[in-house]
């Protein structure tokens, strides 16, 4: 079955084989977005969004929008599939910030599919998840137990989205997932001052926004964005950058 088929879902054969794909039939659905943090409307204002699914082929699709109200999108309904939702601004490409998102069938509200920042993570672990290479049947994406997995995120206490989610997988893929995997990865604290006061806000969805100009930010290899009126900091270990606005 196409791309997403016979490539993303651990390079092995599916529910349904390839000469029944044409008795495939996707609904259309509406797609309800989740309210936007209180920090990142003040400081961005409101949003376009760039919207990414799997049609009933199997095919990656995306949309770009200034407002849902009207779009309905056409997804498989044999097995789940994830949805996502990325805020962007003038100036703040799509996946700077993280994205909202949602698991179908069990988001399906109606005739519409309601996306949640929880949603976005779990979007995220479905897609990284698919890519790993050694992952028996009975751990793919498309028969994970979706209902646990999200009653897990609502009861974690640390920002999902300092969660190591591609190692998470990677145990997944071999022992089975576990609760115990859903903590905060260990990061350093990395000082600085920066240009302006902010409020500088980060690209997860769940932290608070940074307020001065003394600042203690935990910073891992990867590199962090923070983002205010004033322009942008990038962070990492040892080192931080501000980029002035345009």
């Known amino acids: ?5 016979q490539g993303i879902l651990c390079g092995s054969a599916v529910l349904v084989c390839s000469a029944c ?29 760039r919207i990414e699914w799997f049609n009933h082929e199997g095919d990656r699709e995306t949309l770009e929008t200034d407002s849902v109200e009207n ?18 601004w ?12 949602a698991i179908f069938p069990f988001d399906k509200k109606g005739g519409n599919i309601a996306l949640s920042w929880i949603g976005g993570v779990a979007a995220e672990f479905y897609l990284t998840l698919a890519r ?14 979706w209902t646990r997995f999200r009653e897990i995120l609502q ?10 989610w591609e190692a998470v997988c990677g145990q997944t893929a071999v022992r089975g997932f576990s609760k115990r995997y859903v903590r905060a990865a260990e ?41 205010s009126k004033e322009g942008r900091l990038l962070v990492t270990k040892g080192l931080w950058m501000w980029i002035p606005p345009p």
């Open 1 to 5: 079955m196409k791309k997403f088929l």
């Open 21 to 49: 794909a044409g008795t495939l039939v996707g609904a259309a659905y509406g797609v309800e977005l989740p309210e936007l943090p209180r920090s990142w409307l003040e400081t961005l204002g409101k949003p376009s969004w």
């Open 71 to 88: 779009v309905r999108i056409h997804i498989l309904q044999e097995w789940a599939s994830p949805i996502a939702a990325y805020p962007y």
């Open 90 to 101: 003038e100036g703040v490409s799509p996946k700077t910030l993280k994205g909202a998102g």
């Open 132 to 145: 790993v290479r050694e992952c028996p049947s009975e751990r793919r994406p498309q028969y994970f137990d």
């Open 155 to 164: 009861d974690a206490e640390d920002d999902l989205w300092l969660v190591d």
């Open 187 to 227: 990061r350093g604290t990395l000082s600085l001052t920066a240009p302006a006061d902010g409020p500088w806000i980060g690209a997860s969805p769940f932290a608070a926004p940074l307020d001065g100009r003394v600042l203690e930010v935990k910073v891992s290899d990867a590199v962090d964005v923070y983002l």
